[in-house]
């Protein structure tokens, strides 16, 4: 859609000639239509950013507002009325237009009202545009990963989101569950509400109350004046409590209370509030254990596991790893302004066969670092950390059955890459960065084999 364009429609040919005049000059590009018609053809052609239309003429104004009001994403309309059919004008507004203006046309007053509808227009376009990059980055979709089990867990996301139903998600740390959480809220009917989050563990126990039910004034020494708890902040969207088995026992029976009756107390009040909160929580530690214990209440997990959802760890998808690599090097490259580093395919095996206790945040870590401690441009594998440099990849998935009478080395060598190619799905950059060589001499050695896509 143009910045600045504008379509005209009107009967009247002279003060067409006049409305594209004077809107020119104030720097906008004009196209004319005769009627509701010949205004409708065009819409798709020059995509206008704003449209002024008569109201009274074949295929009027009102049948071209219905017309452009079907749009997805419609621009901005202005009517055109005589005096005295201002009702007229009312009810086109009711319908969906921005404005009107009368005849005879104060010209300085229409070239104003363009003004703001075009000031109106670009907020929305910067709406739109900030929302698919929303879409873009908490979107379902937008989660790397390919491997069964991790798909198995955003697919259960993606149906529970719709639903206001309390999700549970296990998953040691650095797996993503604050991201997964984010996902959901951002593809439920509440990703126009706030989003809180809180981190149970990283709030010294005397506070964590106060934090999530606020407090009056004067309910202890320092409260000189009365707060919201993120409970509150969270009112009709979600609240999404991270490392929910480090909330104390005190708190837990009062969150109980938010799940089951829908109702807060803060510190120092005696009067309820009611709040309407989806609750996402997630935990590193096993809850199940912990109520063995007695550090976690039994009927608080079940309110809060009604949906469970177990994210695996990196070191049980590591098929996932290099198109992890990929975009999380890119990223870094990006966030620091660093461009022509690149990584050489040597560590590739290595990133794939170590064990990542710290997830995909200790991966994204150690990408950073080799990118901003890099004094060359291909940083390769003597500049690994020494714990992932002395890992020897992974070669078990290529074990292969050896049959007495002997083997050759090409039929060893051809079962290799076979392997490696169905480990990823066909994609040969990942599988020529797994065999340690580039795509050109895999794809050499597939041809010099006779292995074809399909096979």
């Known amino acids: 859609m143009s910045s600045n364009r504008i379509l005209v429609v009107d009967d009247d040919s002279s003060l067409r000639s006049v409305m594209k005049m004077q809107l020119e000059e104030a ?60 009702e007229t004008a009312v009810q086109a507004m009711k319908m969906g237009a921005y404005d009107y203006v009368t005849k005879p046309l104060d010209f300085e007053a229409l070239v104003l009202v363009v003004n703001r509808a075009m000031e109106r227009q670009a907020l929305l376009e910067e709406v739109r545009q900030l929302r698919s990059a929303l879409d873009q980055r908490y979107g379902f979709e937008s989660i790397i990963g390919r491997a069964k089990s991790f798909l198995r867990v955003l697919d259960q996301a993606a149906r529970v989101a719709q639903h206001d139903t309390t999700v549970l998600i296990h998953g040691e740390t650095g797996t993503g569950k604050e991201l997964l959480a984010r996902a959901i809220h951002h593809n439920s009917r509440r990703r126009n509400k706030p989003f809180v989050t809180i981190n149970c563990g990283a709030i010294p126990r005397d506070l964590v109350e106060a934090e999530l039910f606020g407090y009056t004034r004067g309910a202890f020494t320092g409260a000189y004046a009365s707060r919201p708890g993120r409970i509150e902040q969270a009112d009709d969207g979600t609240l999404f409590l991270d490392e929910i088995g480090e909330l104390p026992l005190e708190a837990q029976v009062k969150l109980l209370r938010v799940l089951q009756q829908g109702e807060i107390s803060r510190i120092g009040s005696t009067e309820t509030t009611r709040v309407n909160v989806r609750v996402l929580a997630a935990t590193h530690r096993n809850l199940q254990a912990m109520i063995e214990d007695d550090a976690f209440r039994e009927d608080l997990y079940y309110r809060l596991a009604v949906v469970p959802l177990f994210l695996p760890p990196l070191r049980e998808r590591k098929e996932d790893i290099p198109e992890l690599v990929e975009y999380l090097f890119q990223k870094a490259t990006e966030r620091h302004g660093i461009s022509g580093v690149r990584l050489t395919e040597s560590i590739m095996p290595h990133l794939v066969a170590y064990r990542w206790p710290g997830n995909v945040r200790e991966l994204e870590n150690v990408l950073e670092r080799l990118l901003v401690l890099s004094s060359h441009k291909s940083i390769g594998e003597d500049d690994l950390p020494e714990e992932i440099r002395r890992v020897q990849p992974d070669v078990s998935s290529f074990r292969l059955d050896l049959p007495d009478e002997g083997i050759s080395l090409e039929s060893v060598e051809r079962e290799l890459i076979l392997r490696a190619l169905e480990r990823f799905k066909g994609n040969q950059t990942h599988a020529a960065k797994y065999l340690d060589i580039s795509r050109r001499t895999l794809i050499y050695r597939m041809e010099k084999y006779g292995l074809t896509q399909d096979e």
Do not use: C
Not at 34 to 48: F, Q
Not at 50 to 74: F, H, N, Q
């Open 27 to 86: 720097g906008y590009q004009v196209t004319l239509a005769s009627d509701g018609a010949e205004a409708y053809d065009l819409l798709r052609e020059i995509r206008p950013q704003l449209v002024i239309s008569d109201l009274k003429m074949p295929t009027g104004g009102l049948e071209l507002l219905r017309l452009i009001s079907a749009e997805e994403i419609p621009p901005t309309l202005i009517i055109i009325t005589a005096f005295g059919t201002v």
